[in-house]
């Protein structure tokens, strides 16, 4: 499959099908409708879909705040049916080329610490923990803070 996978930028039109993807990846800690039109028409940064044979498949939030140096991938899913097909690893690439086009220093995430699957991609990322959140997610749901560093 990942030959036939194409990355672009997203837009309005493509909320339906990211709102499928993120129904499906996460539990409570899901954005709404609202928020994924705010990141896609009006954030700070940029937002990449993944598609396969005219379908969304993944998506990527990339947020840089006002004089920083710093990239924070805000939320990455990979619809469950496409998982383990080297979407989630597509979008991790066309972060960092989108860090290196901007002249960015790093990349920095919250992944959940029992979030297996995604620690072992961005460990073989080169993105290391420089924290622990405790409850991020909740009570009881903590986060590693990674960054990826040029």
């Known amino acids: 499959m990942d030959k036939f996978i194409n990355t672009r930028q997203a837009t309005l039109a493509d909320l339906n099908q990211i709102l499928k993807i993120e129904t499906l990846s996460f539990e409570k800690e899901k954005f709404s409708r609202e928020q994924f039109i705010y990141l896609i028409s009006r954030a700070k940064g940029i937002f990449f879909v993944a598609e396969f044979d005219n379908s969304i498949v993944g998506y990527i939030s990339l947020l840089q705040r006002s004089n920083s140096k710093n990239l924070r991938i805000y939320s990455i899913a990979v619809h469950p049916k496409a998982r383990g097909q080297r979407i989630g690893q597509r979008l991790i690439d066309i972060s960092k080329e989108f860090m290196k086009t901007k002249e960015l220093m790093s990349i920095y995430l919250e992944v959940r610490t029992d979030n297996t699957e995604a620690i072992k991609l961005y460990n073989k990322n080169d993105f290391i923990v420089i924290d622990i959140i ?16 040029i």
């Open 134 to 149: 405790h409850g991020y997610y909740g009570k009881g749901k903590d986060a590693f803070k990674m960054r990826f560093f």
